[in-house]
Nanobody, 124 residues
Framework: QVQLVESGGGVVQAGGSLRLSCAAS????????MAWFRQAPRKERGFVAA????????RYVDSVGGRFTISRDNPKNTVYLQMNSLKPEDTAVYYC?????????????????WGQGTQVTVSS
């Protein structure tokens, strides 16, 4: 398993941008698909975006398509989530996740490792 540490959360006004980062430990980072999930109060943790180990394939939940971009820098063992045009409904704790393959990264049950989460709050 990899150890994951998120950073970059904060408070932003609607329409603003944030970039989340997730630093991973270990020498096998590029063998893992990586993903971002989010959990709002009183809601289940839900999939946001995922990227394959080599970075060539990505997938997004419909509600963030065109606004969020997931990317990774394998030599730096880091995955990013660039969030633009933020909306109040994007407010949640955002979690970084690692999975053995891309399709497993689309659902919480397929994740091998979780980060501790970072709070994103979008004010109206």
């Amino acid at each position: 398993q990899v150890q994951l540490v998120e950073s970059g959360g904060g408070v932003v006004q609607a329409g603003g941008s944030l970039r989340l980062s997730c630093a991973a430990s270990g020498r096998t980072f590029n063998t893992y698909a990586m993903a971002w999930f989010r959990q709002a109060p009183r809601k289940e943790r839900g999939f946001v975006a995922a990227i394959s180990g080599g970075g060539s394939r990505t997938r997004y939940v419909d509600s963030v398509g065109g606004r969020f971009t997931i990317s990774r820098d394998n030599p730096k063992n880091t995955v990013y989530l660039q969030m633009n045009s933020l909306k109040p409904e994007d407010t949640a704790v955002y979690y970084c996740a690692a999975a053995r393959f891309l399709e497993a990264a689309f659902r919480a049950g397929g994740v091998d490792s979780w980060g501790q989460g970072t709070q994103v709050t979008v004010s109206s």
